[in-house]
């Protein structure tokens, strides 16, 4: 592991640094020493009534189904084994230094430790189940992930308090949110467990247990146990889908099998606690107090309405629209409204050169450059081609590596001012219309998960009415010119009626803002656009 000079800077100067027993360093030494006997270890314990006192109850807990009742601590040792005596000692000492912190609004000491059991017996049970040579040493390591949480929050109570309240909604930007703290939890986490001298595989671990899920396909196995166990024991709904889905691709387990793991853990965790003496609450409230998670459903229905309307309105602009260009502008303004995006640019679909073309908005800035460029559909690399291709949003936050963003996708990224670039595919009956790329920060792109299929749907909708301007101008002209061939004299009408509101376009998307309104509670795009 390897924190960069002005990384490693500001990590030593924290204020607040716990440092560990001394019986426990004593412990470690000797768990970890291949010269230890049982006998020395015990002795050491037996200097520690608290921990005694922990070590008992827990070897005779259902935990460790154990029939017949050890009473002594030699016993212990011998029954369970230095390594998970090692980690029984770290977990319950670790929550020792830290028992005092104060919960207030934002951070719930309790919550923070129930996640972190259960994230530490599901990686225990998904490397038994994998049959890893050392699954306590999973376990201790799904028990200390989270550190540099409390770190955080005992050394920035006022700065993390706010940060936690602003983004409660939005917990994937937490992370990028710590960072402009100094460093973010995982960072302080494992930087806390190299100052504590514990083995940098476990310190590294920690470091990555936020990337992406791409990045721990070839990850180390204890970073992997504990990626999938964190995403499973979360209080998300989402994110546990995501730790399901995470659990097949990465160790090809079957659903059943992470439901089995997510079972268990339940049953195994309030008898750890109570062993440990580690208080714990879960994330969910019972009975029929107005609780925390009523609060967030609230909030995500008032958002889910408002977005709903928002949409409504922009189909409804779409249909005022007289040209193309009132179109795109229309869909942008639309994007900064719904989302907030400020980096906006379009890319339709040339038939003639085969391949997508800038769109100029005459108030957008560098339009002049967009409109210059011309993307190839032969350049399959480029993340616009990708995005039309497979119909799916594309981004260059995932591209680092595999494949890296082209280097017109580099040239799209600098012009928009941002890190990157998300792009929606424009297809309206079966036809590529077009391309919205928008540029994005990387707390920008961290929220844009939970927005993909409204986003979609907009991006839809533009399409098919950018789809039925060009099919009613088609239709227009050819009855131009059938008219002008019969009738001569009736050009003026005919030509007056092509410059004003195109009158097959607007009864066209009339009847696809009605179909919208009948159905906007379903929100299927689908039927939108049908």
Known sequence: MHFDKSLSDKLTKLK???????????????CDADSGSLKEISRIIEKDPALTSQLLRLVNSAYYSKNNKISSVDGAVTFIGTNAIKNIAICSSVHEVFHKVKSRAGFNLKHFWWHSLKCAILAKLIAQKLKFHDPDEAFLFGMLHD????????????????????????????????????????????????????QHDIADAVLCHHHSQYSMLNAPPLAQFVYVANLLSNNSDQKIKEGLSASQKIFGFTQSDAEEFLRRADE???????????????????????????????????????????????????????DETAIWRETSQGLHILFGFTSIHFFAYDLENNGLRGVTLQDATKSSVIKELIVPIRMEESLLIECLQTRMITDSFNRSTDPAPSILDKQIIRLSGKDGIACIPMVAYNENVGVIVLGLDIMEFSSLGSQFKLLQMLADQAAVAIRVHHIGRSQLKQAQLKQLIAAPSMSENIVHKVNNPLIIIKNYVKSIVNKFTRDNMSLDATKIIN
């Open 268 to 322: 195994e965790l309030r008898t750890m606690a109570e062993s440990l003496d580690i208080e714990i609450e879960p994330f969910k409230a019972n009975g029929f107090e107005y609780s925390e998670d009523d609060r967030a459903s609230e909030i995500l229905l008032t958002k889910e309405v408002r977005d709903r309307s928002l949409l409504l309105s922009t189909v409804q602009n779409l249909v005022g629209a007289t």
């Open 16 to 30: 607040h640094i716990p440092t560990l027993p001394h019986i426990l360093l004593q412990l470690i030494k000797a």
């Open 147 to 198: 550190l540099g949480k409390i770190i955080l929050w005992i050394n920035f109570p006022a700065q993390y308090a706010d940060l936690l309240e602003k983004r409660k909604d939005q917990p994937d930007l937490i992370l990028a949110g710590e960072t402009q703290l100094g460093a973010n939890h995982a960072e302080i986490g494992a930087w806390l467990l190299k100052e504590w001298n514990f």
